[in-house]
């Protein structure tokens, strides 16, 4: 998929305040073998011990997202979704509509959420919450849970696009 046709999927979240999509890229010590965490991060390396870390060279961060969608992020009774679109290694993108591997774990807000880090975002399947880079809480899923062909597809370098979608609490 061309840069351009990533571009176009963004044009369908563009005036959601209540989705943040960011883009990263998979790396070869890409193991997603952590039980309770996922994680993405600006940095452009990772080590073997990252477990949990799924996509590197982040383009965004929590502090960078809206601050409307890191307030209904706050409500404990939001359900945060996050999709992970991956394409194929040497793909110089993916876009939201056609990724080649496709998976999902749900979670929920905490007012405890500062979403505030400018460096990486977790999703836990805990409810901690005592950092400013977790997104959300009590995930049906974590790192190890994701498809295994999305993973290689990860390790091998693949550009991801992660699309946060929160529904606020009534």
Do not use: N
Request: glycine share 8%.
């Amino acid at each position: 998929m061309s840069d351009a046709d990533a571009e176009s999927d963004d044009s369908l979240v563009d005036d959601d305040p209540f989705v943040e999509v960011v883009r990263a890229v998979g790396h070869e010590h890409v193991t997603a073998e952590h039980a309770s965490t996922v994680e993405l991060t600006t940095d452009d390396w990772l080590t073997p011990a990252g477990d949990c870390i799924v996509g590197v060279e982040a383009d965004r961060a929590p502090r960078d997202f809206a601050p409307e969608f890191r307030e209904a992020c706050q409500a404990a009774d939001a359900t945060i979704t996050a999709t992970f679109a991956v394409g194929e290694p040497g793909d110089d993108a993916v876009g939201l509509k056609d990724p080649s591997h496709v998976d999902e774990i749900v979670g929920r807000g905490d007012p405890g959420l500062a979403l505030l880090d400018d460096r990486s975002m977790v999703g836990r399947t805990s409810d901690y919450t005592d950092d400013e880079r977790t997104v959300f809480v009590d995930g049906d899923g974590a790192a190890a849970d994701l498809d295994r062909d999305l993973v290689a597809a990860l390790a091998a370098g693949a550009p991801l696009t992660l699309r946060l979608e929160v529904d606020p609490a009534e």
